[in-house]
């Protein structure tokens, strides 16, 4: 391998946009060096599917339009899509033995912009069935492996995108976080992910789990990269996602080179209030972990920034409530899923419900036949108001804490799990376990808030740790620019694990 | 609160699923460990509290939009039917529903 060929999977976003502007390389050049890598280190089960053909037709195209002298952020640039994103020129898996196979008649509208924003597509990534999991261990089509201890879960649900981004196959990739599955997995494998505020990108082609919680937003090496990337996913889509947020589209890079407001250069955080969640920091999470998380909080603490404590007393009922409203949103998203349409059909039904009722079984996965089990009890009639309805009374209350607490600071941080990565398997057996382990991503996520993973070291083995950055409604931009500041003063997020 | 067998396979009737006894089994171990974890919400006076179905109405008053409607896609019936499991002149077939 040549020393150019080297550079290019070590680069970022903004690097490679400005390589390609430069006409150092070229989209076809840093796709077929990146299919080569995909190929060579399959054995990490990040990707589903790939289509050379596909991809070195976009990358043609994004040539084409560079040698006409049209520039962009993500012009050129590859990423891949977590595989329940739906893709035209690549199949549609959402990790379901259900969709087995499933070809998209149109692209989501996330991919579509990135599309459109010249970005290249190399190809699908695994993830949990459905995106229920969070170790990538409930796939279809086997686990995606943690390229810093192989025998470690990468996290979950979106896998495969920390896999991809941190073992350097691909420079950023999209994910979904219905529970904390963007930010869990960029921690357990050491890159930057930010799930934006519920409605900031559209759920159009996005294979519904639980439609009150699903958003899309991206994985990348840095909080930069994930705001070129950020810029162009989000936005309105008015006619297409119901619950799409009548904003403008934004630059979320517009604040990375300022100071925070009224902080000058040398302290650039100055005036910048962060709350600590005593829940946060109890014996529930791993001392490696809040080892890091502190350290990684002195740093903001020299920039100028202020830590304060405070409290979201509903912590812990976050975990029930998310797994009532989750699952029974599930059960009514899934119930789509019946042989006849798309997806598998069982061969040879005797009848209708036959065909229904053995289609599903066949093609569902455990965990999420018992997901579906759940909610189909938690609607069901006489539980409604005790579960459902109860839960999301909940989360209301969860939210309100949340509105208390950003009445004195300006962001919310703290650990994104309990612990590092575990051992691939490790939880399988049971799911309750891991379902207690989701304790820091469902908060926010019930909330509907932005909130990020950000590189802050290594706990113990040594495994990667995130720290966990919340903001208030709408605030993506601010979280972007503290990580960012964060990343000017420390090094994490550029660890490449060893043999990558 | 706790699920019999009985009730685990009523629940997979609904839900359209066809669970082997050990799955059922297993499913009735697994649901309720959950709903041990969720006594604790029980727990919670909630008394007046509005339930919260769209997460940022917190932060601004939600209205679900409606589309005009008007036909805003042309016919994709060939594409649309790429991936069903079985169709026939454009139908999707099913086993006989009505003898």
Known sequence: MSAAALDLHQMGVAELGAALHARQTSATEVAQHLLARAHAHSGLGAYLALNEAATLAQAAAADARLSAGERGPLLGVPLAHKDVLVTRDFPTTAGSNMLQGYRSPFDATVVQRLAAAGAVTLGKLNCDEFAMGSGNDQSAYGPAHNPWDRTRVPGGSSGGSAVAVAARLAPAATGTDTGGSIRQPASFCGVTGIKPTYGRCSRYGLVAYASSLDQAGPMARSAHDCALLLSAMAGPDLDRDSTSLEQPPEDYSRYLAQPWPGASASRPLQGLRIGLPREFFGPGCASDVLQAVRAALSELERLGATLLDIDLPRTELAIPAYYIIAPAEASSNLSRFDGVRYGHRAAQPSDLLDLYQRSRSEAFGPEVQRRILLGTYVLSHGYYDAYYLKAQQIRRLIAQDFQTAFARCDLIAGPVAPSVAWAIGAKTADPLAAYLADIYTLPASLAGLPGMSVPAGFGADPLPVGLQLIGNYLSEARLLQVAHQLQRVSDWHTRVPQGF | ?99
């Open chain 2, 1 to 99: 609160m706790s699920l019999t067998l009985h009730e685990i396979e009523r629940l997979a009737q609904l839900a359209r699923l066809q669970l082997t006894p050990e799955q059922a089994l297993d499913a009735q171990q697994r649901l309720n460990g959950f709903l041990g974890l969720v006594e604790q919400m029980q727990a919670v006076d909630t008394t007046g509290v509005e339930p919260l179905a769209h997460p940022t109405a917190v932060m601004q008053p939600v209205q679900l939009r409606l589309r005009p409607d008007v036909a805003s896609e042309p016919n994709q019936r060939a594409a649309n039917q790429a991936s069903a499991p079985a169709v026939e002149d454009g139908l999707y077939l099913v086993p006989r529903v009505i003898e």
